[in-house]
């Protein structure tokens, strides 16, 4: 006769020594998780926080670069909180000057450059001293705009009288011969290079999206006042190099002397995290010296 097996069961003992090594794990991987979750949300912060700086020194190199070394700064703040400078837009050639109206042929560029640029006035070069004069129009609206010249053989002819300038099509896109206008006569002479200008303000300000904090703005004068990013710590400004020196300076030169900006940007994230008891700041500092230079 066969005797049936017995089935040994868990005993208490067993049962709460699992419960406990399970119980172990449990806060193991709860902390693990909350620590992973904390370190992933600072870094979050953190990359929002460059990401800040570096779009906003993209925005400001591509209008800075082209600003004349010598006058081409129109106004600063002695803090460094603003800056305010001529930004070309379009280049060209003079081809004729007569009373107050000159005739320029100006390369192709981007129909969407033209229409977010808010024209202020044009600028020609002085071959001898390397410097632009900066012609504003009579009266600061759309009847100053440059408009298609009245005699564009001024520009293309071969005549005598005529700069036999050549209009240049490039990438779909044509150049145009255009006459611009002022009350006293520009003394723009035939062949000079010319562009037209646009005058930025950039400023670390208050903020609109943040309150308590700075943002970074930009108008055109005519335009609209944008802001660009935010938000900055109020540390964030310009610093000033001045012609012959290569470190920046805080206290601002005389504006004719100013020949490029340091960008200190000191962004920082929109919030705190747990794991920090502040926002999360990146200082990116980075320098843009003025390309439109007297010498070569």
């Given at each position: 006769?066969?005797?049936?097996?017995?089935?040994?069961?868990?005993?208490?003992?067993?049962?709460?020594?699992?419960?406990?090594?399970?119980?172990?794990?449990?806060?193991?991987?709860?902390?693990?998780?909350?620590?992973?979750?904390?370190?992933?949300?600072?870094?979050?912060?953190l990359r929002?926080?460059?990401?800040?700086?570096?779009?906003?020194?993209?925005?400001?190199?591509?209008?800075?670069?082209?600003?004349?070394?010598?006058?081409?700064?129109?106004?600063?703040?002695?803090?460094?909180?603003?800056?305010?400078?001529?930004?070309?837009?379009?280049?060209?050639?003079?081809?004729?000057?007569?009373?107050?109206?000159t005739?320029?042929?100006?390369?192709?560029?981007?129909s969407?450059?033209?229409?977010?640029?808010?024209?202020?006035?044009?600028?020609?070069?002085?071959?001898?001293?390397?410097?632009?004069?900066?012609?504003?129009?009579?009266?600061?609206?759309t009847?100053?705009?440059?408009?298609?010249?009245?005699?564009?053989?001024?520009?293309t002819g071969?005549?005598?009288?005529?700069?036999?300038?050549?209009?240049?099509s490039?990438?779909?896109?044509?150049?145009?011969?255009?006459?611009?206008?002022?009350?006293?006569?520009?003394?723009?002479?035939?062949?000079?290079?010319?562009?037209?200008?646009?005058?930025?303000?950039?400023?670390?300000?208050?903020?609109?999206?943040?309150?308590?904090?700075?943002?970074?703005?930009?108008?055109?004068?005519?335009?609209?006042?944008?802001?660009?990013m935010?938000?900055?710590?109020?540390?964030?400004r310009?610093?000033?190099?001045?012609?012959?020196?290569?470190?920046?300076?805080?206290?601002?030169p005389?504006?004719?002397?100013?020949?490029?900006?340091?960008?200190?940007?000191?962004?920082?994230?929109?919030?705190?995290?747990?794991?920090?008891?502040?926002?999360?700041?990146s200082?990116?500092?980075?320098?843009?010296?003025?390309?439109?230079?007297r010498?070569?």
């Amino acid at each position: 006769m066969m005797t049936p097996s017995l089935r040994r069961g868990f005993t208490l003992i067993e049962v709460l020594f699992a419960m406990v090594i399970v119980g172990i794990i449990g806060i193991a991987a709860t902390r693990l998780l909350s620590s992973q979750t904390r370190f992933f949300d600072h870094e979050t912060n953190l990359r929002t926080a460059r990401t800040i700086s570096r779009s906003s020194t993209n925005v400001l190199l591509a209008d800075l670069r082209m600003v004349q070394d010598s006058g081409g700064v129109d106004s600063v703040l002695a803090d460094g909180s603003l800056v305010r400078a001529f930004v070309p837009y379009r280049v060209g050639l003079v081809c004729a000057t007569a009373g107050n109206r000159t005739t320029v042929s100006m390369l192709p560029t981007d129909s969407a450059t033209i229409a977010l640029s808010v024209y202020s006035g044009f600028a020609w070069r002085n071959a001898a001293t390397g410097r632009y004069t900066y012609v504003s129009p009579a009266n600061p609206n759309t009847s100053d705009a440059p408009v298609a010249a009245a005699d564009p053989t001024l520009c293309t002819g071969t005549g005598n009288g005529q700069a036999q300038i050549r209009t240049v099509s490039a990438s779909g896109r044509a150049g145009d011969v255009l006459d611009v206008t002022n009350s006293g006569g520009s003394g723009a002479p035939v062949g000079a290079p010319v562009f037209f200008w646009q005058r930025i303000t950039y400023s670390f300000r208050a903020s609109s999206i943040y309150p308590g904090r700075n943002a970074l703005w930009r108008n055109v004068q005519g335009g609209a006042n944008e802001e660009l990013m935010s938000p900055f710590d109020t540390s964030a400004r310009f610093k000033f190099y001045q012609t012959g020196e290569d470190t920046a300076r805080s206290a601002p030169p005389p504006l004719s002397d100013i020949r490029g900006l340091q960008l200190v940007l000191t962004a920082i994230s929109p919030r705190a995290t747990s794991r920090d008891s502040v926002a999360s700041r990146s200082q990116l500092s980075t320098a843009v010296f003025f390309k439109n230079v007297r010498s070569y």
